[in-house]
């Protein structure tokens, strides 16, 4: 009796299924369906930022496309600003005319799931079936690291890229995307875009951190609605261009870039990227210090201070920087991503730094990230993945016991009081005598030291810790080698620059003090490697030797042959194991505050000779202030143009930010405005906020005790007035400072030596 009992309720089942309406969405195969899958986080509840942009696809007007269907899958956030859109669940929304219209409550799970991701692409497929699909995926992003999309309401859970690519391919169920946008911070990158092959022909996605405004979604949707048969690859190029454009408009713009990656073309990249990995990997076996002082010159995305970045670089960049160690490896990858990007959108101030395609290589962040990127990288055997675990693992365990503490600068400066010590105040003497203090210099040019410099010579955003051996030459140069009174010093004997004077300069006293000094500079013994000598630290790609006539010109741009060449210089030299272990290195300007010295930041312009272990720090007196207030600003990375984009770190209203700012090289400054930075769990805080009227302003700086213990300093109250605020140049405030040099070695600590005094 079952078997009968069984045939007959599945015939009644049959006929009540066969009966049932189908969704209104299947009636008829539309042209497209956007699938937008929107975990709203805390940009949500504290910003409603989500909320703005479901507002920018209602204005587009494509909800009432009869060709295009929108479905929004909504959730992630403990509170909704704009809609009545549930904060406990995951809920389906069609897009119509007149606002969202719920097709389905999901219960409650996490956006940070796979299974979520799956099971809201698997309906919309099956309830809005079209020629063609395209998926939008909105949130928080953190790179292949930290992945994306964060659901608030469990406990910041996110899709890592294995996750994102195992929900796609099993809600696809063998479908295709023709686009996949990405409304993240800092998810393009090689890994990611090597896992879209196959699931989407074009990705959108940016290298940078992403606006708060998100995409355009009333620039790119409108035209859709227009003429649905725009084809995939205009529909993403629509996007990037859409937002970069409304990030490049008003007082709030911001860095902007996105790229329209062809997943096509992503096997040969990843071939190339793999090539590339190998041969670096076996490059950090025999020569860790070289890998690591290239990649100490490239910038990361998503750059703020100290390990807050991405560890995301350009490639191009990247293959630019390696193409002296690794040049076939570094031309082949750069050719396969170039034929990758279909389209790249910046704003100007990144264009020559945003070339469409990142690839990651942990340096900075590899001291705080070290277990989550060895997780994340843990059991791929493709050497991209092996790459960064080697790197991160090398980089880590390269801590060195520096002997910073043994060296103190040598200092030639000329103090504004008129007294003189080193011997720059020799040459200086030699040619002005009592006729030119440092405030003589000052004041010639009205205050501003920088107008008198070539290059801005000595100022903090010239050079950026240079890594040039432009000092090499004088590794094995006889002081006779030097010609007298040529090169830096050629315009202190032009007479129509010569300051007056009751008697002449004393040339041949002059002549020799610059002899002796530049013959002193240098210890000559056999402990230090010399030009030409195979060893990590001249190899070329690292530093390369150049001729004395080319460190004269290159030194003369350090100065100006009129009286403003009251610069202070500083050197010291490191023995050659130090110098085998040392990164970068940076003048350190600090000031004593009771028992705790205060840094106020790094300065001038060093340059490191990697033949000799002499290392040269320049600085002017002149300092970014606030108002009357000293920062610490910072660069995040230089244009080919000359402009420079900075930092200050400041608590604003009681909350700790950035000031973000732009210095063009016609010697413009405008702030920008201020952004968080990134939050307790590796995410970029999307977008920046305007400095309004009466916010007040406290300056960031790092108090450090007699014990080394290191802590936050707050700096006086800056009040923003009516007319907005402006970064200038100035000289410090008078009194009592110390400079020393902070030298980083290859895992990223830095090491401070000893510190001279100074007065102003």
């Known amino acids: 009796m079952k078997k009968p009992l069984c045939l007959l309720l599945a015939a009644v089942l049959g006929s009540l ?53 929108v479905l929004l899958a909504t959730g992630g956030t403990s509170r909704w600003s704009g809609y009545d859109f549930s904060s406990r669940n995951v809920q389906y929304y069609r897009m119509e005319q007149n606002g ?209 970045a991405s560890d995301l670089v350009d490639v191009s960049d990247m293959c630019d920087a390696f193409s002296a160690l690794l040049p076939q490896e570094s031309a082949e990858l750069k050719e396969a991503a170039q034929q990758a990007v279909c389209y790249n959108c910046t704003t100007a101030d990144i264009a020559g730094h945003a070339h469409g395609l990142s690839f990651f290589l942990p340096y900075q962040t590899v001291s705080a990230d070290r277990q989550e990127i060895l997780s994340h990288y843990s059991g791929q055997t493709e050497p991209y993945a092996v790459l960064a675990s080697a790197m991160t693992s090398q980089v880590a365990s390269s801590g060195y016991a520096m002997t910073a503490s043994s060296y103190s600068p040598n200092n030639f400066f000329c103090g504004s009081d008129d007294s003189c010590s080193g011997s720059f105040c020799d040459i200086w003497d030699g040619y002005y005598g009592d006729y030119c203090s440092f405030d003589d210099a000052w004041n010639a040019c009205g205050g501003d030291i920088w107008s008198g410099l070539n290059t801005s010579g000595g100022s903090i955003w010239d050079g950026f810790s240079s890594s040039s051996g432009i000092w090499s030459g004088y590794g094995q140069t006889q002081p006779e080698a030097t010609p007298v009174a040529s090169g830096i010093w050629s315009g202190l004997e032009d007479a129509d620059n010569e300051p007056a004077a009751t008697e002449p300069p004393a040339q041949t006293t002059a002549s020799s003090a610059l002899n002796n000094i530049w013959a002193g500079l240098l210890n000559q013994g056999s402990d230090y490697y010399q030009p030409g000598e195979a060893n990590q630290n001249v190899q070329a790609g690292v530093s390369e030797a150049v001729s004395p006539e080319d460190v004269l010109e290159t030194a003369g741009s350090y100065f100006s042959s009129v009286p403003v060449t009251a610069q202070m210089i500083y050197s010291i030299q490191l023995n050659k194991e130090d110098l085998n272990h040392l990164s970068t290195a940076s003048g350190v300007l600090s000031r004593e505050e009771g028992d705790e010295v205060i840094r106020f930041g790094n300065m001038g312009k060093t340059t490191i000779d990697w033949s000799t272990g002499l290392i040269l720090s320049m600085f002017d007196g002149g300092w970014p202030m606030l108002g009357d207030q000293m920062v610490r600003a910072e660069y995040l990375y230089g244009e080919e143009n000359g402009d420079v984009r900075f930092v200050i ?94 030298l980083t070695d290859l895992s990223g600590k830095v090491h401070y030596t000893d510190s001279v005094e100074l007065d102003f």
């Open 649 to 742: 770190p400041a608590v604003i209203n009681g909350l700790k930010m950035y000031l973000l700012g732009n210095y063009t090289a016609d010697g413009k400054t405008e702030l920008i405005g201020a952004t968080q930075g990134y939050d307790a769990n590796g995410f970029a805080i999307r977008g920046s906020i305007p400095l309004e009227a009466g916010m007040k302003i406290e300056p960031l700086f790092t108090a450090v005790s007699a014990d080394g213990t290191e802590r936050e300093y707050r700096g006086n109250e800056i009040v923003v007035p009516e007319g907005g605020l402006e970064l200038t140049w100035g000289k410090i405030p008078e009194g009592h400072y110390r400079y020393c040099f902070g």
């Open 17 to 69: 299924l066969f009966l049932r309406p189908a969704p209104a969405a299947r009636a008829e195969e539309r042209e497209l369906t956007i699938l937008a899958y929107i975990c709203g986080s805390d940009l949500e509840s504290k910003e409603g930022e989500a909320s703005d942009d479901i507002r920018e696809m209602f204005s587009s007007g494509i909800g009432s496309s009869d060709a295009v269907t």
């Open 100 to 308: 969202p219209v719920l097709l389905k409550d999901a219960g409650r799970v996490s956006m940070g799931d796979s299974k979520t991701l799956s099971a809201f692409l698997s309906y919309g497929i099956s309830a809005a079936p079209a020629k063609r699909y395209i998926m939008i995926l909105w949130d928080h992003g953190g790179g292949p690291v930290y992945g994306l999309c964060n659901d608030e309401n469990y406990r910041d859970e996110s899709l890592s890229l294995a996750e994102l690519k195992n929900g796609l391919t099993k809600g696809l169920n063998g479908n295709k995307l023709d686009v996949i946008g990405f409304d993240c911070c800092l998810m393009n990158c090689v890994d990611l875009c090597s896992d879209l092959c196959g699931i989407a022909d074009y990705s959108v996605l940016s290298q940078e951190l992403v606006s708060g405004t998100g995409l355009d979604y009333d620039g790119w949707m409108n035209p859709i609605r227009e003429d649905p048969r725009l084809s995939s690859e205009k529909i993403a190029t629509l996007m990037a261009e859409t937002y970069v454009a409304e990030n490049s408009r008003g007082r709030n713009a911001s860095t902007a870039t996105m790229t329209v990656i062809a997943s096509e073309k992503m096997p040969a990249v990843m071939q190339a990227a793999n090539n590339f990995s190998s041969a670096l990997t076996s490059l950090m076996e025999t020569n860790l210090a070289g890998v690591v002082r290239l990649r100490g010159q490239l910038t990361s995305f998503g750059e703020f201070l100290d390990e807050d």
